[in-house]
């Protein structure tokens, strides 16, 4: 099992910056991908980035060059970096991790793992 806890969650204005954090524990091996997801109330959950066993990483449109995935496999913790935050990037944050591909998608899908959420709400 595996378990994934979301930390760095808040509310910011608009152009603020957030940074989210996630730590994984359990019976973590190589390779593994993970990514982020959020959702708002009535809306479908949107993967927003992931990276690879290999650093290699995938953004929605509607966050490229603003927000930056990384990982610190040593740490087991996976971060996203989110600047330039508009009102439209509020939601609950989740990390996700899938123990079977080094490859990843922004596919809810893809992934057997799921942290409880982080809220992020940007205010203008």
């Known amino acids: 099992q595996v378990q994934l806890v979301e930390s760095g969650g808040g509310s910011v204005q608009t152009g603020g910056s957030l940074r989210l954090s996630c730590a994984a524990s359990?019976?973590?091996?190589?390779?593994?991908?993970m990514g982020w997801f959020r959702q708002s109330p009535g809306k479908e959950r949107e993967g927003v980035a992931c990276?690879?066993?290999?650093?290699?990483?995938s953004y929605a449109d509607s966050v490229k060059g603003r927000f930056t995935i990384s990982r610190d496999n040593a740490r087991n913790t996976l971060y996203l970096q989110m600047n330039s935050l508009k009102p439209e990037d509020s939601a609950m944050y989740y990390c996700?991790?899938?123990?079977?591909?080094?490859?990843?998608?922004?596919?809810?899908?893809?992934?057997?793992?799921w942290g409880q959420g982080t809220q992020v709400t940007v205010s203008s």
């Open positions: 359990g019976s973590i091996y190589s390779p593994y991908s």
């Open positions: 996700a991790a899938d123990l079977s591909s080094s490859t990843c998608a922004r596919i809810s899908s893809w992934y057997h793992y």
């Open positions: 990276i690879d066993t290999y650093g290699a990483t």
